[in-house]
């Protein structure tokens, strides 16, 4: 089944989320408004909203995060949901279980949404094909395939900065190749309608077929941002590469290092985002990351929000199922 | 009825609620409408009444007791609450009162952000249906309605109350 069929409910409400492909501006733009309203619950001297009581929220984390998984966490209960955080490479599947029998067994302890990050692209998917109907599944990073929730964070604190998205020019800067951050802040930069998307990365970190993603593709990093309204900073993934990708981490900060004096060639008003964790000294100067420009913590706190925003959206159609 | 007949409301309404808050002797309250309706009226009311903090608006979306049956509002709005709830008494708004649902969320979404020393409750109408022990302490009208009859205010300009007819299912207030 096709993940877009499988996301949506009949009436096109969201079911589960598991990738940008196939969900329309509509959708993405329904998740930001939503996210907005969630973000003003911080504020307040209660921090969370009644929306999922007595609603079960898993975290099933196949690979370790520390950003992603807090920040879920905490939606989770902000929504005022249960959360369960299983950190799976430890537990279950080292003893030999396999992925559905924990399903299966998470899903006897009625659980009603499960939040999946998985090394293996299609994971989140395999889950959501195989669970009970009444249960969701929110996608939080399959391996190089999609990583949703990330790219929609990305999109809330450009919408924030910048105003209407459509005018603008960004930039994405590292390691393309291995990131499925990349992949789905594309989808969703392009869903919504940003004038242009560039990618900006030395050949040996481009897939294949970057031009067919809808983007321009640069291999100098002045070029690739200059005149931009947003350079977003992708992290060096070490643990992803196979063989002699780079000469040294050294010469990748020489080459595509974001420096100040680099960051010249965009727009005056540029920000600078990162999705983290970042490697200070090789994909940017801590000048940078400190800098007055730099949007990266508040990308930490809209996360928190867009979070809320999709677990209850998805969360929507499994109550409808069983009133 | 049109624009007119509802601001001559809103005006016998200002006057009743500055009346019962001088005999309460609240001389200053914080006032907060709730979306869309509540909030139409409670611009009015607020330049009638000349209060000082600025209006507070509630989206009560994320509150209703009703979300694991029909699921999220796709349009929520931000609630804002410019001013400390913390001891404050307050004026909470709505367009019509009907089931008291409404009411009961928007006071649960108060007390998160804090302990007001009093709410007052001020509703453009009110009508048959009640669900919840929720009464107005000023109401504009009180139009006798079928079941199957819904009031609707339109909005914000001009202001215009319908009446439409609705299955008895779902009653939204």
Redesign the interface.
């Given at each position: 089944m096709p993940f877009a069929s499988l996301q949506l409910d009949d009436q096109g409400?969201l079911r589960h989320f598991l990738t940008i492909e196939g969900l329309g501006r509509d959708l993405l733009t329904?998740i930001l408004?939503?996210a907005?309203?969630?973000?003003?619950?911080t504020d307040?001297?209660?921090k969370?909203?009644?929306?999922l009581r007595g609603r079960v929220i898993a975290n099933l984390f196949f690979e370790t995060s520390t950003r992603t998984r807090t920040t879920f966490e905490l939606a989770a209960k902000r929504l005022s949901a249960d959360v369960l955080n299983l950190n799976i490479s430890t537990s279950a599947t080292a003893k030999g279980e396999t992925l559905l029998d924990t399903l299966r067994n998470l899903e006897a302890m009625h659980v009603d949404m499960f939040v999946v990050r998985h090394a293996d692209s299609g994971a989140a998917h395999f889950i959501a094909a195989h669970a009970d109907p009444g249960v969701s599944v929110v996608n939080a990073g399959d391996g190089g395939h999609a990583h949703p929730t990330q790219a929609m964070l990305d999109v809330f604190t450009i919408r924030r900065a910048k105003g209407e998205l459509t005018p603008l020019k960004v930039a994405i800067v590292g390691d393309i190749l291995h990131s499925r951050v990349a992949r789905s802040q594309i989808a969703a930069l392009n869903t919504l309608g940003v004038s242009e998307v560039r990618v900006v990365a030395p050949r040996t970190l481009l897939p294949k077929d970057a031009r067919s993603l809808g983007v321009h593709v640069f291999s100098d990093l002045e070029a690739g941002i200059r005149d931009v309204d947003v350079v977003i900073m992708l992290r060096l993934q070490r643990e992803r590469m196979r063989g002699a990708l780079l000469p040294s981490e050294h010469e990748y900060f020489q080459l595509y290092g974001l420096t100040d004096e680099r960051l010249e060639a965009a727009k005056p008003d540029a920000i600078v985002m990162h999705p983290g964790p970042i490697n200070r000294g090789v994909e940017m100067d801590s000048l940078v990351a400190d800098g007055p420009r730099s949007v990266i913590l508040q990308q930490v706190s809209h996360g928190i929000a867009i979070r809320m925003a999709v677990m209850?959206?998805a969360?929507?159609?499994s109550?409808?199922e069983?009133? | 009825m049109a624009e007119a007949g509802i601001l001559s409301l809103i005006d016998g309404i200002a006057e009743r609620l500055k009346t019962k808050l001088r005999n309460r002797n609240i001389p200053d309250p914080a006032m907060i409408g709730i979306h869309s309706g509540g909030v139409w009226v409670a611009q009015r009311l607020h330049e009638r009444l000349g209060l000082s903090e600025p209006l507070g608006e509630l989206d009560i979306s994320f509150y209703r007791d009703d979300f694991t049956r029909i699921g999220m509002n796709p349009q929520v709005r931000p609630s804002t609450i410019p001013f400390e709830v913390d001891d404050r008494h307050i004026v909470l708004v709505d367009d019509v009162l009907q089931t008291g649902r409404t009411i009961r969320a928007a006071l649960n979404e108060i007390f998160d952000y804090g302990r007001p020393a009093s709410v007052v409750l001020v509703t453009l109408l009110e009508r048959s249906g009640r669900e919840l022990p929720i009464e107005a302490d000023v109401a504009g009208l009180s139009p006798p309605l079928q079941a199957h009859e819904q009031v609707k205010l339109n909005g914000p300009d001009p202001l215009e109350l319908i009446i439409v007819e609705k299955p008895l299912t779902t009653p939204e207030s």
């Amino acid at each position: 089944m096709p993940f877009a069929s499988l996301q949506l409910d009949d009436q096109g409400n969201l079911r589960h989320f598991l990738t940008i492909e196939g969900l329309g501006r509509d959708l993405l733009t329904r998740i930001l408004d939503t996210a907005e309203s969630f973000a003003g619950v911080t504020d307040r001297s209660v921090k969370k909203v009644p929306l999922l009581r007595g609603r079960v929220i898993a975290n099933l984390f196949f690979e370790t995060s520390t950003r992603t998984r807090t920040t879920f966490e905490l939606a989770a209960k902000r929504l005022s949901a249960d959360v369960l955080n299983l950190n799976i490479s430890t537990s279950a599947t080292a003893k030999g279980e396999t992925l559905l029998d924990t399903l299966r067994n998470l899903e006897a302890m009625h659980v009603d949404m499960f939040v999946v990050r998985h090394a293996d692209s299609g994971a989140a998917h395999f889950i959501a094909a195989h669970a009970d109907p009444g249960v969701s599944v929110v996608n939080a990073g399959d391996g190089g395939h999609a990583h949703p929730t990330q790219a929609m964070l990305d999109v809330f604190t450009i919408r924030r900065a910048k105003g209407e998205l459509t005018p603008l020019k960004v930039a994405i800067v590292g390691d393309i190749l291995h990131s499925r951050v990349a992949r789905s802040q594309i989808a969703a930069l392009n869903t919504l309608g940003v004038s242009e998307v560039r990618v900006v990365a030395p050949r040996t970190l481009l897939p294949k077929d970057a031009r067919s993603l809808g983007v321009h593709v640069f291999s100098d990093l002045e070029a690739g941002i200059r005149d931009v309204d947003v350079v977003i900073m992708l992290r060096l993934q070490r643990e992803r590469m196979r063989g002699a990708l780079l000469p040294s981490e050294h010469e990748y900060f020489q080459l595509y290092g974001l420096t100040d004096e680099r960051l010249e060639a965009a727009k005056p008003d540029a920000i600078v985002m990162h999705p983290g964790p970042i490697n200070r000294g090789v994909e940017m100067d801590s000048l940078v990351a400190d800098g007055p420009r730099s949007v990266i913590l508040q990308q930490v706190s809209h996360g928190i929000a867009i979070r809320m925003a999709v677990m209850s959206m998805a969360m929507q159609a499994s109550g409808g199922e069983n009133p | 009825m049109a624009e007119a007949g509802i601001l001559s409301l809103i005006d016998g309404i200002a006057e009743r609620l500055k009346t019962k808050l001088r005999n309460r002797n609240i001389p200053d309250p914080a006032m907060i409408g709730i979306h869309s309706g509540g909030v139409w009226v409670a611009q009015r009311l607020h330049e009638r009444l000349g209060l000082s903090e600025p209006l507070g608006e509630l989206d009560i979306s994320f509150y209703r007791d009703d979300f694991t049956r029909i699921g999220m509002n796709p349009q929520v709005r931000p609630s804002t609450i410019p001013f400390e709830v913390d001891d404050r008494h307050i004026v909470l708004v709505d367009d019509v009162l009907q089931t008291g649902r409404t009411i009961r969320a928007a006071l649960n979404e108060i007390f998160d952000y804090g302990r007001p020393a009093s709410v007052v409750l001020v509703t453009l109408l009110e009508r048959s249906g009640r669900e919840l022990p929720i009464e107005a302490d000023v109401a504009g009208l009180s139009p006798p309605l079928q079941a199957h009859e819904q009031v609707k205010l339109n909005g914000p300009d001009p202001l215009e109350l319908i009446i439409v007819e609705k299955p008895l299912t779902t009653p939204e207030s």
